[in-house]
């Protein structure tokens, strides 16, 4: 009787969020400015740790690439920072001193978020993104 009722509880429990982590690098095997993934596909109420493995890195929203009813955010640089991700859509992530230089990354939170890019972008990170959705295409 124990067994069922300890079984029971664990088939009952809440499933927990999880916490993904992203490594911000100066350059990788994936060339120079990355976020390592460049893309995360993630479940609504699950987190996200930026970890600055190179110096000189941040993590920030990018205005006109968050979902509506999101809060933006933005970390110091060189600052190990987690966010907890809950409203489901598309989440364009820059590093702000890089931005320019193509640092960005994609979080998207939930399925089916819309995928549509601002026409403000610098060209390197146009570029970047182009490619980081390309790749993780369906």
Known sequence: MIRLALLLSALTAPVLAETHEVRM????DAG???????????EP???????????????????GMLPEGAEPFRSRINEDVTVTLSVPGFYGIKCSPHFAMGMVMVIEVGEGAARDLPDDLPPRARQRFEAILEAAAP
């Open 32 to 42: 120079p400015m990355p976020y390592e993934p460049s893309f995360l596909r993630i």
């Open 25 to 28: 690098y100066s350059r990788s």
């Open 45 to 63: 109420g699950d987190s996200v740790r930026f970890l600055p493995t190179q110096p000189g890195h941040n993590a920030a929203t990018i205005d």
